[in-house]
């Protein structure tokens, strides 16, 4: 029995709300590798790294510098304001900004497309890791507020469980919608 186009593509129903991102065809798995992608690359460039740091530091100054923020709350801005600024950009944009790969990623996110879709590699560990150290410092500098514990603890949850392999090419469709539906098809 010979499958045509339409059953090989994803199947949803309206009510589901989690669906698996099918592997790339062949012809995208071509497509991707004509070109290198630089938008997942830079991972691996030097000083990389030192920005996530350097982003964490600049947040902390700028809530410091507002007089009526208490130093709990800017420990918890800076949680929640680094967390959702990641989930952003690893977790929730598809595809690549900038056009120079013939939409060879749109069906993949930022994290998806770092060093080629492997598990476990230096960068993703670094990026694994920054959210939680970054939780335990808040959780600490916020002296164990059981409320604002509350609000890391969300915060650090909503971008470390989407990095987990078992989430690999998982969609939400209430976060992310299906491109179909996007489309209005």
């Not at 930022?110 to 080629?116: A, L, P, S, T, Y």
């Not at 335990?136 to 916020?142: A, E, F, G, R």
């Not at 650090?156 to 299906?178: E, I």
Request: proline share 6%.
């Amino acid at each position: 029995m010979a499958l045509n186009a339409k059953d090989k593509t994803r199947r949803r129903r309206s009510s589901s709300l989690m669906y698996q991102e099918p592997p790339e065809s062949l012809e995208q798995q071509s497509d991707q590798a004509v070109l290198p992608n630089l938008n997942s690359q830079w991972v691996n460039a030097k000083g990389a790294w030192l920005i996530h740091i350097i982003l964490i530091l600049l947040l902390k100054i700028l809530y410091d510098i507002i007089p009526s923020i208490s130093q709990e709350t800017s420990w918890t801005l800076v949680n929640a304001t680094y967390m959702f600024a990641t989930y952003l950009m690893f977790h929730y944009v598809r595809g690549i900004p900038f056009e120079f790969n013939a939409g060879a990623y749109d069906n993949l996110n930022m994290w998806e497309q770092i060093d080629d879709e492997d598990q476990y590699t230096p960068a993703k560990k670094f990026l694994l890791a920054v959210p939680i150290c970054l939780f335990l410092v808040s959780t600490h500098y916020t002296r164990y507020d059981l409320g604002l514990f509350m609000v890391n603890f969300l915060a650090t949850l909503a971008v470390v469980v989407p990095k987990l392999p078992a989430l690999h090419r998982m969609r939400f469709s209430f976060f992310n919608p299906d491109p179909e539906e996007r489309d209005g098809r």
